[in-house]
């Protein structure tokens, strides 16, 4: 999974969690702000060291991710 090699994960950074490189801002973090409604010049504001490229990242990684799930019907 590459999201342009913005979004990285270390053990040693919020447990493993995937976060935007340089940074302990997590992408559950990103994509909770903007599904809570926040706009992106909200997001960029209030969390300078963030870039548009970086919002963007988190989507991409997001998008990736949910393409990568298998779902396997269970019998009813």
């Not at 053990?11 to 995937?18: D, E, H, M, S």
Request: charged share 25%.
């Amino acid at each position: 999974m590459n999201a342009d090699d913005r979004i990285v994960i270390d053990a040693k950074i919020l447990t493993g969690k995937p976060v935007i490189r340089g940074t302990r801002l997590a992408v559950e973090f990103v994509l909770d702000l903007l599904a809570q409604g926040w706009s992106e010049q909200q997001i960029l504001e209030q969390y300078p060291g963030l870039t548009h490229e970086d919002i963007l990242a988190c989507l991409r990684y997001a998008a990736e991710l949910l393409k990568s799930e298998r779902v396997y019907p269970v019998g009813v």
